[in-house]
């Protein structure tokens, strides 16, 4: 199985990827599926009020989610972000224990694990609408986009991981967005040595 995530603060247009990717590919007569962001379904506290309880459910559902589109025999998974990204909105609160040191090791390998790792940067001055979920306090928007890009120095230090960095402006152009969809299929293929391109 293909497996494309998508990393990047709240607000970046994540989700709107996932879905023109899942239609890109369905086009393309692919088994396509999509994992969902798994903090959306936490029993736990999320945004200003993470508990490391919080990172522990996200980072298993979503490892549980992808395990379980494998053994379904998908083509293709496309995951509205990555076990890593929950560390990045508990770290920003400090409420690091040996639990969360311990498997935020183990995310960070997870993250070779993609075919394909996207980065969505925030358009600029990008403003989050409420929606009863997310924490829409520009402060602490801003701060998780800075942790992000954080993240994002460290991964592109790592020949193992095949990454590609957009910005949320480009989905919603008609001529950059088809010319990221190509990018991005080309790479999936390509980084495997595939000649099976949509």
């Known amino acids: 199985m293909k497996k494309i995530a998508i990393f990047g603060t709240h607000g970046s247009a994540k989700t709107t990827l996932v879905y023109k990717l899942a239609a890109f590919y369905k086009m393309g007569n692919k088994n396509v599926t999509v994992i969902h962001e798994a903090a959306r379904q ?4 999320i945004n200003l009020d993470v508990v490391y309880q919080t990172t522990l459910f996200v980072v298993t559902s979503q490892i549980k989610k992808e395990l379980q589109a494998e053994a379904e025999g998908f083509e293709i998974s496309i995951s509205d972000r990555t076990p890593s990204d929950a560390f990045i909105y508990l770290n920003h609160l400090k409420r690091d224990n040996s639990f969360t040191r311990s498997l935020e090791i183990f995310c960070l390998e997870w993250m070779k694990k993609y075919d394909v790792l996207i980065y969505l ?4 001055g990008f403003l989050i609408k409420e929606d009863g979920i ?9 701060k998780i986009r800075d942790d992000f890009r954080v993240l994002l120095k460290e991964i592109r ?4 991981i095949n990454f590609i960095e957009a910005n949320a402006a480009q989905l919603f152009d008609e001529e950059e967005s088809q010319i990221l ?3 991005i299929n ?3 293929y390509v980084q495997s040595r595939e000649v099976n391109l949509v």
């Open 186 to 188: 080309r790479s999936l």
């Open 134 to 142: 997310r924490a829409v306090g520009i402060e602490y928007q801003n």
């Open 121 to 124: 940067e925030p358009s600029e």
């Open 157 to 160: 230090k790592n020949k193992n």
């Open 42 to 45: 936490s029993p736990f506290p």
């Open 181 to 183: 969809m190509n990018k």
